[in-house]
């Protein structure tokens, strides 16, 4: 019925402008955050950042494609192994470690998303599930790649040269900014993806399987390509998260991350640019911010779940949608008391 309406209704013609105008009003105010929040607050606000790569991932699959994965969490920690390792054994730099990191967990989601996406729905869903658990165990049981338990440590911060000019990135604000870059442009390619020809094959995909392929998409070929983009945006997610950390263990395996990206792309609006953004600021930093008090934490966490998912089942990017719609159809008034149209 949606998809109706939105038909019928003609798109205002200053909304295009007006959500761009909003996307740079929160970057603006992002990047002036520093100055005005504590450490603790700024921390926060980077794990949400981090969250938000692999909330894309999952936004792509999930949202485009129409299939629900949990092993979001499982390419995550692959990433964030993967910069540990090289970085500790091979002392390759952050950037590269942030781009192999993606793509070795998009090349590690082929074998598995092979057999994986021709299940459908709910078997799909426990085949991931699967991972998870898989994941765990090699992550705790190879001790000679993996220190088992003990986990890796001693991660290096990030480091860049410009000539004779070296920044280290060793300060809570220095990466703050580095993560609000990194997530700006995963977020701007995500968008480039969804607006591409390709992108448009994915909504077919998942509006209708059997039409789309009926009309000549390798649905297929498509499943699996998304299948590996959305590990390749969780690698990177990981790569950034351990040299943040400056530790990596089996921990990061866990269901608890495959959870919490599963709930960012819920609550911010699952198909919805913004939905990722939303949601990883809303239910990452509100989670982390709440750790000053550990006794009420997670009953107020639970409390604004159950609100929102009572209150706005859709998610929050279609409220913020209605709402700039609402924004734009304001017609401003002259000195002559007429209104401008459109």
């Known amino acids: 019925m949606s998809t109706t309406l939105d038909t019928l209704t003609p798109v205002p013609r200053h909304l295009p402008a007006l959500r761009w105008s909003g996307a740079i009003a929160v970057v603006a105010a992002l990047g002036v955050a520093p100055l005005v929040l504590g450490g603790y607050y700024l921390h926060a606000l980077i794990i949400a950042m981090i969250f938000l790569l692999p909330a894309h991932g999952l936004n792509l699959i999930l949202g485009y494609t129409g ?33 192999a990191s993606g793509v070795i967990a998009a090349v590690i989601a082929l074998p598995l998303g092979i057999p994986a996406l021709r299940l459908r729905t709910y078997s799909f869903v426990m085949c991931t599930l699967g991972f998870v ?4 165990t090699v992550a705790k049981n190879w001790i000679g790649m993996t220190r088992g338990d003990m986990g890796l440590a001693g991660i290096p911060q990030p480091r860049f040269q410009f000539g004779a000019t070296v920044l280290n990135i060793n300060t809570i604000p220095s990466y703050y900014y580095l993560a609000l870059i990194v997530a700006v442009l995963a977020t701007l390619g995500f968008y480039a993806l969804i607006k591409s ?18 009309l000549g998409v390798p649905t297929w070929a498509y499943k699996l390509v998304v299948f590996m983009l959305s590990a390749l945006f969780a690698g990177m997610g990981g790569s950034l998260y351990a040299h943040y950390m400056t530790v990596v263990s089996p921990l990061v395996f866990q269901m608890y991350y495959s959870t919490t990206i599963l709930v960012i792309v819920l609550g911010g609006g699952v198909g919805r640019v913004p939905g990722a953004v939303i949601g990883s600021l809303l239910f990452v930093a509100l989670s982390e911010a709440l750790r000053i008090t550990p006794e009420l934490r997670m009953i107020i966490y639970g409390c604004v779940l159950l609100l929102l998912v009572f209150s706005v089942p859709n998610g929050l990017a279609p409220l913020l949608d209605r709402g ?13 008391g007429q209104t401008h149209g459109h």
């Open 133 to 136: 658990v898989i994941a765990q």
């Open 197 to 214: 020809p390709a992108g448009r094959c994915m909504v077919a995909i998942r509006d209708n399987e059997v039409l789309a392929e009926s």
């Open 324 to 336: 700039l719609e609402r924004l734009a159809r304001i017609r401003p008034v002259t000195r002559g």
């Open 67 to 99: 299939m629900l994965s949990l092993a979001q969490g499982v390419f995550f920690g692959i990433g964030a192994y993967v910069s540990a390792l090289l970085s500790l054994h091979f002392g390759t730099s952050f950037a590269f470690n942030l781009v």
